[in-house]
């Protein structure tokens, strides 16, 4: 659920929090810029890569970039764990993130992947509220974490800018719209090569097959109970629909990810139920 209302709920967040913000409570936000590594356009450049900036013209976004911190995050760090404060927004820069769930007898639920570009964990930073999920570094991962109240603070300062945030994140609805159709279809092997196209969009890397073809692979080394929980369905039945791929194609298992061998026989698949 968190993918679906991401995007709105944050977009109107952004406009209610910059109103009300006097009459809150803040958080302990530090009082000078969290980083003081990078110049001020090198940080600017860099949030112009994320997704929700990139229409923000340079000049409108340096205020906001001052705040920013970058982070490094090696495989299987820890980047929270559920239960802990959420103070700080938090955006890849490089890299996949798993937001995962222990249950009671310590296995995990997996919720989601991120990769560059994307936000983690927002819900729970503008809500004030402790995180409902842990996040785990899949790769060696880079991320820009700015406090909420940094965040908050200047765009209530700075009305452009708190224009050209919320115009870029109402830009990306049409991503919430898809991830909604996805979810509402029946169909678990229908849901699994929406899933794949995905992942081929957001992390795919053209690769040249052994017949000289071309085919995508995925780098994302997921365990079939990870694949079912993202799909909603049993591991059984992901295990039943990837052997079966495996045999017949468009998805092969490889040892680090996934092998797209017919990309247009999982757009066919996507679609055609």
Known sequence: MTWIILGTRFALFCWRAT???????????????????????EKVDKLRE????????????EPLAQYFVA?????????????????????ITHGKIKVLKYRNDG???????????????????????????????????????????????????DADLLEATINSMM????????????????????RLAMLFEKFSEKMGRRTKLDDGSMGIFVDLPLSRRDIAELINTRVETAIRIMSRWNKEGPVKTEKTG???????????IATEF
């Not at 982070?71 to 955006?91: I, Q, S, V, Y």
């Open 19 to 41: 109103h009300q913000w006097a009459t809150k409570r803040p958080s302990k936000a530090p009082q000078t810029p969290l980083d003081e590594r990078d110049a001020p356009m």
């Open 71 to 91: 982070r490094t995050f090696e495989r299987g760090d820890l980047l929270w764990k559920e239960g802990t404060p959420a103070h700080n927004f938090t955006f």
């Open 107 to 157: 296995k995990e639920t997996t919720l989601g992947i991120f990769n560059d570009g994307d936000p983690v964990g927002q819900i729970a930073v503008y809500q004030r509220i402790d995180y409902p999920a842990s996040a785990i570094a899949l790769d060696d991962t880079e991320v820009l974490q700015i406090h909420r109240d940094h965040f908050f603070g200047t765009l209530k300062r």
């Open 258 to 268: 996934f092998l797209i061998v017919d990309a247009a026989k999982l757009q066919e």
């Open 171 to 190: 830009r990306r609805n049409h991503h919430l719209v898809r991830r909604i159709h996805e979810l509402a279809t029946d169909c678990a092997e229908q």
């Open 50 to 61: 994320i997704p929700m900036f990139e229409a923000v013209p340079p000049t409108t976004l």
